[in-house]
């Protein structure tokens, strides 16, 4: 079980991150533990994220430039897949062709119109509100928000692998971890999280504590949205869907922690 859980570690870091991590098993055994570890992967991509940004205002930046610098790390610790996987997927979803054809649209190297607005949309919504949590509550709201965006999104990828949702290929990382989670499982490092992420948000009182657990939750409820509609259109999940389904959690995260007093 050690050897699992560190084989376990390893594929959630070398998967979801760009990290020097190396992958040592590449079976489903070991993608159910990468998948139950990967919020942990995501709480080290959120503290980079916050510490550089944090760091870049301490330093005189204005909020502005700390808001880009916090999305900017994420994107670089993952190679920007994610990103290209929210692309891709929404070019397979706008392009309104049967799942098939949409699937050979995903495929394509090349980014259609749809992929660029919505990449347009979503970086601009995650700046928008890092820079307003940054101006109103400082580098310590900033870079709380940093992480647990980062944490929701792939909170999001372990709900999304639980069993029951299908793969859409018989190839590639989707075909790895669709269905190898235990709901039961999925569902208590959800609780979990949400609660250390609530705790977390606590330092600013009993609201901030409600607040973030709330961003949670409807980072979840914006990913499992995105995933039900995939798994209609396409038949299943892929990578791509992955990296759209974290994208689509992180910004969902964000938006509910810019909303409220």
């Given at each position: 079980?050690?050897?699992?859980?560190?084989?376990?570690?390893?594929?959630?870091?070398?998967?979801?991150?760009?990290?020097?991590?190396?992958?040592?098993?590449?079976?489903?055994?070991?993608?159910?533990?990468?998948?139950?570890?990967?919020?942990?992967?995501?709480?080290?991509v959120g503290l980079l994220a916050a510490a550089l940004?944090?760091?870049?205002?301490?330093?005189?930046?204005?909020?502005?430039?700390?808001?880009?610098?916090?999305?900017?790390?994420?994107?670089?610790?993952?190679?920007?897949?994610?990103?290209?996987?929210?692309?891709?997927?929404?070019?397979?979803?706008?392009?309104?062709?049967?799942?098939?054809?949409?699937?050979?649209?995903?495929?394509?190297?090349?980014?259609?119109?749809?992929?660029?607005?919505?990449?347009?949309?979503?970086?601009?919504?995650?700046?928008?509100?890092?820079?307003?949590?940054?101006?109103?509550?400082?580098?310590?709201?900033?870079?709380?928000?940093?992480?647990?965006?980062?944490?929701?999104?792939?909170?999001?990828?372990?709900?999304?692998?639980?069993?029951?949702?299908?793969?859409?290929?018989?190839e590639g990382l989707g075909a790895v971890v669709a269905?190898?989670?235990?709901?039961?499982?999925?569902?208590?490092?959800?609780?979990?999280?949400?609660?250390?992420?609530?705790?977390?948000?606590?330092?600013?009182?009993?609201?901030?504590?409600?607040?973030?657990?709330?961003?949670?939750?409807?980072?979840?409820?914006?990913?499992?949205?995105?995933?039900?509609?995939?798994?209609?259109?396409?038949?299943?999940?892929?990578?791509d869907v992955f990296g759209g389904v974290a994208e689509?959690?992180?910004?969902?995260?964000?938006?509910?922690?810019?909303?409220?007093?």
């Amino acid at each position: 079980m050690t050897s699992l859980n560190s084989h376990g570690l390893r594929f959630a870091f070398g998967t979801l991150t760009a990290l020097p991590v190396r992958v040592t098993r590449w079976d489903r055994a070991t993608a159910r533990t990468g998948m139950l570890c990967a919020p942990l992967a995501g709480l080290v991509v959120g503290l980079l994220a916050a510490a550089l940004g944090a760091l870049s205002l301490l330093a005189g930046s204005g909020p502005l430039l700390a808001a880009v610098v916090s999305v900017a790390v994420p994107a670089a610790l993952t190679r920007g897949l994610h990103l290209d996987g929210l692309a891709d997927t929404a070019d397979g979803l706008g392009s309104g062709k049967p799942a098939e054809d949409a699937l050979r649209i995903m495929k394509q190297s090349d980014i259609g119109p749809f992929g660029v607005i919505t990449l347009l949309l979503v970086l601009l919504a995650q700046v928008a509100v890092l820079f307003q949590l940054y101006g109103e509550g400082g580098w310590a709201q900033g870079a709380l928000g940093a992480v647990v965006a980062a944490v929701a999104a792939r909170l999001a990828l372990t709900l999304a692998s639980r069993q029951g949702v299908p793969a859409a290929r018989p190839e590639g990382l989707g075909a790895v971890v669709a269905g190898t989670v235990p709901v039961g499982r999925a569902v208590l490092v959800a609780a979990v999280t949400v609660a250390v992420c609530g705790a977390a948000g606590a330092v600013s009182g009993p609201y901030g504590a409600l607040h973030h657990a709330l961003a949670v939750l409807g980072a979840l409820a914006a990913a499992e949205l995105l995933l039900r509609h995939c798994v209609r259109r396409f038949g299943g999940v892929t990578g791509d869907v992955f990296g759209g389904v974290a994208e689509t959690a992180a910004t969902a995260a964000l938006v509910v922690l810019a909303l409220g007093p």
